[in-house]
């Protein structure tokens, strides 16, 4: 079982930018592959970026592509997103999402490619 905590969330005015973090208590974090999602109110749960467990593969919602930023540190157990450039629709609950995975390269880009999940963490982006 692996729990994850993310953390980083707040108000930020538009143009700014806030990291998260999530820190995952996996006795190999680097057995993990590593993904974050969001859900706004009323929407579904959305892909915004994804990690491998190498770290050698990302990859990045378009919406959020040049702006967000995933990368790791396994040395720590936690998977960060730098976020930059914040947009209101950006406003949302962030989710990290985990799950084992043998290939070191492999990253998922929907929901049904994790097993476990934080409690999420809310950003929301003023005018």
């Known amino acids: 079982q692996v729990q994850l905590v993310e953390s980083g969330g707040g108000l930020v005015q538009a143009g700014g930018s806030l990291q998260l973090a999530c820190a995952a208590s996996a006795r190999t974090f680097s057995d993990y592959r590593m993904g974050w999602f969001r859900q706004a109110p009323g929407q579904e749960r959305e892909f915004v970026a994804a990690?491998?467990?190498?770290?050698?593969?990302?990859s990045s919602a378009d919406s959020v592509k040049g702006r967000f930023i995933i990368y790791r540190d396994n040395t720590k157990n936690t998977v960060y997103l730098r976020m930059i450039s914040l947009k209101l629709e950006d406003t949302a609950v962030y989710y990290c999402a985990a799950a084992r995975s043998p290939n070191p390269h492999e990253i998922g880009r929907t929901q049904y490619n994790y097993t476990y999940w934080g409690q999420g963490t809310q950003v929301t982006v003023s005018s």
């Open positions: 990690i491998s467990r190498s770290s050698g593969s990302t």
